[in-house]
């Protein structure tokens, strides 16, 4: 960077400084009275901090109270909107203000100003009143922009080169235009997008610092932008940009080989705004000005990896000295549908770094390393070799029976990077456009040391911030938490895939319903969920059904599947219990509502016994798959999830206030539980699928009369009780056999299916050293030998379903449905499993909400955090004598209300606030 860009870098800095300081003694000046320990903070809009492309016509605010004191509660909030931050806090130029609103919504309130204008900067505050009267100085300023919200605001062109080369597969093109700026620079905004994945460079260096952007959508409808603040990155005078594309998810492989699945040729869309200093403006746009050539990138794809010849690379590309008089000329597609929308979910970014654990050649000769993480991304290295030499990469999750590198599992994917030397001076490179799911990775064609200074493994995923923290006494329970988030982290690459590392890493419906409750407890995956849904509407077909993968790249008759297109009412509904957004119930509604109008089209008298189901996936079968005694009902299953796709549209029905539907919805629901039990249960309660996934499901869903209820949780009971106290169940019922148990009074034997350590049990992958989710119970089995390589990812998170189950009962973390995203909260653990502690925290859109209990000789502890503008039930666990809160007797603190006994539980309510409660306790290990 030259002097004058630096110089003009330091200057804005010093006055985003200045800024600050300014907006910080201003908030905190304009209100008198007000309480140092009480504030306004962590203002977001639509889920994300100072956006720069918003495309709502009404953005929503969010903000968190902070303060330590008990049992406050926002009365009013004042919301103030402008078009400059310094004159905002001095209460001039305002845009909209809400005025003083009664009311405690501190969450998602919607802006109500004029329309707002394309590029429109925003500026906004807050300040709340609480029920103490006390008013909060005003917050800090934050802003959103606008993006682009007409077609006509788009005046660059969808450019394409014109290899006859290029086709899946193929090199990367990459794309250079240079262009000069004749003024002092107040602010540039890049507007881009492709066909296929890229990565932008201006004046050489990289653009942002997301992966695989635009991101995956349904392509042919919904296509993302993304837009980068470039002010620093350009200078007065000469410039130049470039752009690198990769197949991607656009027209590279996917399921089954098939490729150009959304088109055949690359494209850039590329959009570069300038305002200058004295207010004029100036584009650089994607047209016919551009040049085009190959490179270094021989070929990249999601599934084989990446071929990257450095004796190609152009250094200096992206500079406006670089000579590109050999390169192509490009050509414009006028034909390309504009059907953009600006980024909606949170982008791939890189994360943790792993050095190597240790490097060892395997019985077979192989040389590999192990990084002691099964993780998703890529390795970088620093090494050096010969002019010409040629290295390879390859990457496995597991080593077989003996110890050699094992990679059947992956089926035609090849997870393989090559590697060709330019010269013999260090090189550093890590790859572009592809990813792989890998613990181990295997070195050909490289004899030179491999340790941690010149090797190193980065996770990537989708930029989420971990919400949630559980961890008990019990290490094995700790490991497998850890497993989950990995799993998470691992298949949460812009939409929630199936697996990572095989030839599949598609968006699977029946993983992401199972794993749903669980994500939202581990991250912050409410923008994560909602994109993606989205593209579930757009990719639903006309008559409701909804394809088994999302985004569709299956055929047309692979949809509606029970327990896996349930994803479009269960997803929605778990999503608004998790933040309070009623905005998904209104955005899928119509969808909910068409997959359920699918169901009833093909039942008859109710009963949905049509169509092909996947059933109780991999479920434990003992040695035969099809005839194992846990085999549950197809069709069976497709009737529960009839039932429970149509309670949650009634849910969605009622919050909406669509009350003809809850109506019609309800009479349904009456009907599809008669045929469910006049079809599936006998006059004393029995299943005719006597499996614990049939009386999990019936039970989870309400399916039986109420009295006979307790008599299928027995049944339960004791089918558990048959296989040695091991759960069978498959996908569609191990995320609630755990919650039927505690609900029915059982939850010493849902501890008990916690910590078996044996096959089939979520600790027995533990105990065999996994550090993600298996696809199957016994990937790997106790002799050392894999189950079929044609499916067996060792990275698969639906069995971590059991995550919900710890968070929610065994830590007690809890929303109440009347007051859904932790408005109103339920803190009621349940000791059990020999352990002798467990604490959850979980981050909600309110602030921190805690539980942390001990148990110590008898004496039982309970930590609790209420954060401000919430209130919660706790139900203490056992209780023999009197309770202190903070070593004060309970029934003296006037915070503390509605105390009373339920069965062996006291019951009471409280405020925002920490408590600490202690009692010695009657026993523990069974629900009450």
């Given at each position: 960077m030259n002097y004058i860009a630096k110089k003009g870098v330091l200057k804005r800095v010093c006055l985003s400084i200045l800024i600050l300081f300014s907006l910080h003694h201003a908030g905190f000046s304009q209100a008198q009275n007000i309480p140092?320990?009480?504030?306004?903070?962590?203002?977001?809009?639509?889920?994300?901090?100072?956006?720069?492309?918003?495309?709502?016509?009404?953005?929503?605010l969010s903000w968190k109270l902070i303060t330590p004191d008990r049992n406050i509660q926002q009365t009013a909030y004042e919301i103030r909107v402008g078009s400059n931050a310094v004159s905002l806090t001095k209460g001039k130029d305002i845009l909209w203000t809400s005025g003083k609103v009664l009311s405690d919504q501190s969450v998602l309130v919607y802006y109500g100003g004029t329309m707002l204008q394309s590029r429109q900067k925003c500026y906004w505050q807050v300040r709340v009143w609480n029920n103490k009267n006390q008013v909060t100085p005003w917050s800090m300023v934050n802003f959103w922009k606008m993006g682009l919200l007409k077609p006509e605001d788009w005046t660059a062109k969808w450019i394409q080169n014109n290899y006859q080369s290029d086709t899946t597969g193929g090199p990367s093109p990459m794309f250079r235009k240079t262009f000069k700026l004749d003024h002092k620079i107040r602010a540039a905004h890049l507007y881009i997008t492709a066909h296929g994945v890229f990565e932008a460079q201006i004046?050489?260096?990289?653009?942002?610092?997301?992966?695989?952007?635009?991101?995956?959508?349904?392509?042919?409808?919904?296509i993302q932008y993304?837009?980068?603040?470039?002010?620093?990155?350009?200078?007065?005078?000469?410039?130049?940009?470039g752009v690198t594309i990769g197949d991607g998810w656009y027209r590279g492989y996917t399921y089954n080989r098939k490729k150009n699945v959304y088109g055949k040729k690359l494209a850039l869309l590329y959009q570069l705004e300038v305002v200058y200093t004295n207010g004029k403006r100036q584009l650089i746009t994607s047209d016919k000005s551009w040049k085009v050539a190959y490179g270094p990138i021989r070929s990249s794809s999601f599934f084989d990896g990446e071929v990257y010849d450095s004796r190609k690379e152009k250094p200096g590309w992206t500079t406006p000295a670089f000579r590109d008089l050999t390169w192509d000329t490009v050509k414009t597609d006028e034909t390309i549908k504009d059907n953009l929308i600006a980024t909606a979910g949170p982008t791939v970014k890189k994360h943790e770094k792993f050095l190597p654990l240790k490097v060892f050649t395997t019985p077979e000769g192989d040389r590999v390393v192990d990084f002691g993480q099964n993780l998703v991304g890529w390795v970088q290295f620093k090494l050096k070799a010969n002019a010409g030499d040629t290295m390879k990469l390859f990457h496995a999750e597991v080593l077989d029976q003996k110890g050699n590198f094992y990679t059947k599992n992956l089926r035609t994917a090849k997870q393989e990077i090559t590697y060709v030397f330019k010269d013999d001076s260090v090189e550093t490179f890590e790859p572009h456009f592809t990813f792989q799911g890998f613990r181990f990775l295997k070195v050909v064609g490289y004899k030179g040391p491999l340790d941690s200074t010149n090797l190193a493994a980065y996770a990537v995923y989708s930029d989420m911030a971990q919400t949630g923290h559980f961890s008990t006494s019990n290490p094995l329970i700790n490991q497998l938490q850890h497993n989950i988030q990995w799993g998470q982290k691992g298949n949460f690459i812009d939409i929630p895939t199936d697996c990572p590392q095989r030839d599949e890493r598609m968006g699977w419906t029946g993983d992401a319903q199972a794993f749903c409750r669980t994500a939202t407890f581990n991250m912050d995956v409410a923008g994560f969920f909602t994109k993606w849904l989205k593209d579930l509407s757009a990719d639903q077909h006309k008559d409701g059904a909804v394809p088994y993968v999302v985004p569709n790249v299956l055929d047309s008759v692979s949809a509606a599947a029970s327990g896996w297109s349930d994803v479009a009412t269960i997803a929605p509904w778990n999503i608004y219990l998790a933040y309070g957004d009623r905005q998904v119930l209104q955005q899928q509604y119509e969808s909910m509502k068409a997959w359920v109008g699918y169901i009833q089209q093909h039942s008859r008298n109710y009963l949905w016994d049509t169509g092909n189901h996947f059933g109780d996936w991999l479920f434990y079968a003992g040695t035969n798959y099809e005839d194992g005694a846990a085999l549950t009902d197809k069709n069976l299953i497709a009737q529960a999830f009839y039932a429970h796709s149509t309670q949650l549209l009634i849910n969605a029905a009622k919050i909406l206030g669509k009350n003809e539907d809850v109506q019609k919805y309800t009479q349904l629901l009456v009907n599809v539980k008669q045929a469910f039990q006049s079809e599936?249960?006998?006059?004393?309660?029995?299943?005719?699928?006597?499996?614990?996934?049939?009386?999990?499901?019936?039970?989870?869903?309400?399916?039986?009369?109420?009295?006979?209820?307790?008599?299928?949780?027995?049944?339960?009971?004791?089918?558990?009780?048959?296989?040695?106290?091991?759960?069978?169940?498959?996908?569609?019922?191990?995320?609630?056999?755990?919650?039927?148990?505690?609900?029915?009074?059982?939850?010493?034997?849902?501890?008990?299916?916690?910590?078996?350590?044996?096959?089939?049990?979520?600790?027995?992958?533990?105990?065999?050293?996994?550090?993600?989710?298996?696809?199957?119970?016994?990937?790997?089995?106790?002799?050392?030998?894999?189950?079929?390589?044609?499916?067996?990812?060792?990275?698969h998170y639906a069995y971590g379903a059991i995550g919900d189950w710890m968070y929610r009962v065994i830590a007690g973390i809890n929303t109440d449905e009347s007051g859904p995203g932790f408005h109103k909260i339920i803190i009621a653990p349940h000791p059990g499993g020999k352990l002798t502690s467990a604490q959850a925290e979980l981050e909600t859109m309110y602030g921190k909400v805690k539980s942390a209990w001990s148990i110590d000789n008898g004496i039982f502890t309970l930590d609790v955090i209420v954060p401000p503008n919430t209130s919660a039930q706790i139900v203490l666990p056992a209780v023999t004598d009197q309770i202190t809160e903070s070593g004060l007797d309970i029934n003296t603190e006037k915070e503390i209300t509605g105390i009373q006994k339920v069965g062996d539980n006291e019951q009471l309510y409280v405020g925002s606030g920490t408590y600490h409660f202690v009692y010695t306790l009657k026993t523990y290990g069974k629900a009450n």
């Open positions: 140092v320990n009480f504030r306004v903070d962590n203002l977001i809009c639509e889920y994300k901090v100072n956006p720069i492309a918003v495309d709502v016509a009404n953005p929503r004046n050489g260096k990289r653009v942002g610092n997301d992966y695989f952007t635009p991101g995956w959508t349904s392509y042919n409808k919904r993304q837009v980068y603040d470039v002010t620093s990155m350009l200078q007065k005078g000469d410039n130049a940009t599936y249960v006998t006059p004393n309660g029995r299943m005719i699928s006597g499996t614990q996934t049939s009386y999990v499901l019936a039970l989870n869903f309400d399916l039986l009369p109420v009295n006979l209820r307790l008599s299928a949780a027995k049944r339960l009971v004791h089918n558990i009780e048959d296989y040695d106290e091991h759960i069978t169940t498959g996908f569609l019922g191990t995320p609630y056999i755990c919650h039927v148990l505690s609900r029915f009074g059982y939850t010493d034997i849902a501890y008990d299916l916690l910590m078996k350590e044996s096959y089939p049990s979520w600790l027995y992958p533990v105990k065999n050293g996994a550090t993600t989710i298996w696809e199957r119970w016994d990937g790997i089995k106790p002799d050392k030998s894999f189950e079929d390589p044609e499916m067996n990812s060792f990275n």
